[in-house]
């Protein structure tokens, strides 16, 4: 192993890490606002890319594409809230689990009567198309490079907002205690409205940034969601810092053990075998790396405000 | 003096003894268990519409018996399909079932529907598993044992002239047969072979370890959009001229293609059917499929619609009579039809013994599609039927 490799790989965890972030720090805040379990933010996710794909292709420009994927993401988002979510959250956790999982299937039979179930297509950019060599000898690809950036600028927004706005002063009152936020009259549906539409909103950009790398397909929002989970328990619920953490976490332990794990094991089990056990064990990494944190922080890593 | 009830009642149950037994039946059920939702949901529609496409050519009938189609979606989980083929099998009394995408889904399901008496018709899967030494009587892959391309294209990088090899396919029976069926006809050396979880998203971390190996080409088998994930991030990561890519026909599918875009193109491929295969049958199914579709078939399409006609054949052959399994197993095997991949009939283990071609993403006109580039394998046949006492 080189230096080179390790310093490649580190690059791609982080991407990794960014793009779970996106769809993280939604999760935990409707989590630790609204005390909402939404197995249904993969959908967003997914409607993002679809728009992203869909407005690419009409317009020519993929700028065009985020933009309106993230629109129709707060959209999509906002009216899940109302029409569906806002009768669940005196509700018990399974009833919102069994109503947001209604939302999937609900979603994922409409994307497949608009768009068809064939996968669609969508390319990056044509400047971003390239390779880069940011780290000597490697040509990294441009558009990893750009989901890193555009990951770790949201982060910082994030950050202003919920530090800095009155409605961030809301959402971590909220996640304090709900219940006296709404007794010193804040009109706390509005309040579950604008964090969903904002959870929304990161899901559909994380969609679109995600598609030139993917296949935009049904079912594409459930497989990562349940790595964005982990991320929320790990980081704490309801802890944008937390789930920013969390995420590269994740995505740094994810990539290193599918990188190296065989490799190591080579030195000590024939080729075979390591690849095989290698294989297998990478792919638990992340849930060995969630319960040790568990064990040593059951609350996670930063535990959001007492609540 | 016998009651008229009585007299009534034997006249009735010899009335159903006669509708019971003659030689035609009134229709055949055919339940057909695929994956429609979800990531693999593109092949099964694909094996569906083509399936589809041989009834709807011969009017609603196979063999000259009308077809009911009962299609269920299996959601690619097998506690799912089990429980499907159980309920076609015991409520609606299917004669056949068909239409399987996963080796592990087969491998579940076929056992409940042999041991029922009934048919499976693979237009898919094909484990190591039912070739071998447990090869089932009432089971017939009419697509490909899983080994079978991926023997190709191990042939085929061998005859290139290629020496060190990093290969990659997923964690489940397919993918194990996969590489294994590379290795039976690879003659050079393998520098990294690599497991990947089945429906993994982002190779980055892989794609970095194999540019680093420094392989003379690449191998890979990744199904549906694990595929298209994986050939747009190679390409991505500038691999395409670096390192050549070679796969299967099954992550170079025209659906693919579609998904993939310019990507792809100069990747050779291998596949027991071409649409650009010379022959009238093929000629007829892709005109007819692309005037119902407007688009070219897929891999996908050809072997749901070779599963129909092979069914198509022995219904024929039995004249619509299914009561003696024997009779229609025996025509089964006989595979007396014009199949669009050219020569094509069964082995002993009731697989398929058939050509396999080698293939190039090209671009014609603006379309990204495959084209025939040569033949691999002439009447090739999988490397388990020797255990199969069949």
């Given at each position: ?58 317009s ?9 994927a ?7 988002g ?17 009833d919102?689990?069994l109503?947001?999982?209604g939302?999937?299937?609900?979603f ?7 768009w ?8 990056p ?15 990294y ?7 890193i950036?555009?990951?770790l ?22 996640a ?8 010193l ?28 790398l ?49 490799v190591?094991l ?12 290698g ?9 060995v ?5 568990l ?13 | ?45 694909d ?11 011969r009017?609603?009938n196979?063999?000259?018996?009308p ?6 979606d ?7 399909a ?6 076609m099998?015991?409520?609606?009394e299917?004669?056949?079932?068909t239409?399987?995408?996963w ?23 094909g ?14 892959n009419?697509?490909?044992q ?14 290139k ?5 990093y290969i ?9 047969d ?15 072979e690599v ?13 970095a ?7 003379d ?20 990561a500038?691999?395409?001229q670096?390192?050549p ?8 599918d ?10 792809a ?6 596949g ?7 022959n009238?049958a093929?000629?007829a ?14 891999l ?7 599963a ?46 058939q050509?396999?071609y080698?293939?190039?993403?090209v671009?014609i ?11 691999v394998?002439?009447d090739?046949?999988?490397a ?7």
């Amino acid at each position: 192993m080189t230096a080179q490799l390790f310093l490649e790989q580190t690059l791609n965890g982080l991407q990794q890490g960014v793009t779970l972030f996106l769809l993280a720090a939604g999760l935990t805040l409707v989590f630790g606002v609204m005390h909402l379990i939404n197995l249904a933010h993969g959908t967003l996710y997914m409607v993002g890319a679809y728009v992203a794909a869909t407005v690419t292709q009409v317009s020519g420009n993929f700028l065009w594409g985020v933009l309106a994927a993230v629109a129709a993401a707060g959209l999509t988002g906002t009216a899940i809230e109302v029409i569906a979510l806002r009768r669940l959250y005196d509700r018990g956790h399974l009833d919102q689990v069994l109503a947001t999982f209604g939302v999937i299937l609900f979603f994922n039979e409409l994307v497949k009567i608009l768009w068809g179930p064939q996968a669609l297509f969508l390319s990056p950019p044509a400047i971003l198309s390239g390779t880069v060599e940011v780290i000597p000898g490697v040509p990294y690809p441009a558009y990893r490079l750009l989901i890193i950036a555009v990951g770790l600028a949201v982060a910082l927004a994030v950050r202003q907002l919920i530090t800095s706005t009155r409605t961030g002063m809301l959402i971590r009152a909220g996640a304090t205690d709900r219940e006296m936020v709404g007794a010193l009259g804040v009109a706390v549906n509005r309040l579950f409205t604008r964090v969903f539409a904002i959870g929304a909103m990161l899901a559909g950009l994380a969609g679109a940034m995600a598609g030139p790398l993917l296949a935009i397909e049904v079912g594409m929002g459930e497989h990562i969601l349940i790595l964005t989970f982990v991320v929320v328990i790990i980081g704490g619920i309801g802890s944008v810092r937390g789930a920013l953490v969390g995420a590269l976490l994740v995505g740094l332990v994810d990539t290193y053990g599918r990188a190296f794990l065989p490799v190591v094991l080579r030195g000590v089990l024939s080729p075979t075998a390591a690849d095989g056990i290698g294989g297998s064990l990478s792919s638990i990494a992340i849930y060995v790396l969630m319960a040790a944190v568990l064990i040593w922080r059951p609350r996670g890593l930063f535990q959001a405000y007492g609540g | 003096m016998i009651p008229m009830r009585t007299l009534l009642a034997i006249a009735a149950l010899y009335g159903l003894a006669v509708a019971t037994t003659p030689l035609a039946a009134a229709s055949i059920k055919i339940g057909m268990i695929t994956t429609l939702s979800g990531a693999g949901a593109g092949m099964g529609v694909d094996i569906r519409d083509g399936f589809k496409l041989a009834i709807d050519q011969r009017g609603g009938n196979l063999g000259g018996v009308p077809v009911e189609l009962i299609v269920v979606d299996d959601s690619q989980d097998v506690e799912n399909a089990k429980e499907i083929a159980n309920r076609m099998l015991k409520r609606d009394e299917v004669d056949i079932v068909t239409g399987i995408i996963w080796s592990n889904l087969v491998l579940a399901v076929v056992p409940t529907v042999t041991r029922a008496g009934k048919f499976y018709i693979s237009p898919n899967a094909g484990p190591s598993a039912l070739a071998g030494k447990n090869c089932q009587p009432n089971f017939f892959n009419v697509a490909w044992q899983n080994d079978n391309l991926h023997e190709g294209m191990g042939q085929y990088v061998t005859d290139k002239g290629f020496k060190k090899l990093y290969i990659l396919a997923p964690n489940y029976p397919g993918g194990k047969d996969a590489l294994t069926g590379f290795k039976r006809f690879y003659k050079g050396e393998i520098i990294g072979e690599v497991y990947t979880t089945l429906g993994q998203v982002d190779y980055a971390a892989e794609i970095a370890n194999l540019r680093a190996a420094k392989p003379d080409a690449a191998y890979f088998f990744l199904p549906g959009g694990m595929g298209v994930n994986f050939v747009k991030q190679y390409a991505q990561a500038g691999l395409m001229q670096e390192i050549p890519l070679f796969g299967t026909a099954f992550s170079f599918d025209e659906d693919i293609l579609r998904a993939v875009g310019e990507a792809a193109l100069g990747v050779v491929n291998t596949g027991q059917w071409a649409w650009d295969l010379d022959n009238p049958a093929n000629k007829a199914f892709v005109e007819a499929y692309r005037k119902a579709h407007g688009r070219t078939p897929s891999l996908y399409v050809s072997q749901g619609y070779e599963a129909a006609l092979l069914l198509d054949s022995a219904i024929t052959a039995v004249k619509g009579d299914l009561s003696n399994s024997d009779a229609f197993r025996a025509a089964l095997e006989r595979a007396d039809f014009q199949s669009v991949r050219g020569a094509f009939r069964f082995n002993h283990n009731h697989f398929p013994i058939q050509n396999i071609y080698a293939r190039e993403v090209v671009k014609i006109g603006d379309v990204v599609t495959n084209r025939l580039i040569g033949t691999v394998f002439t009447d090739h046949q999988d490397a388990y039927a020797a255990q199969c006492a069949m």
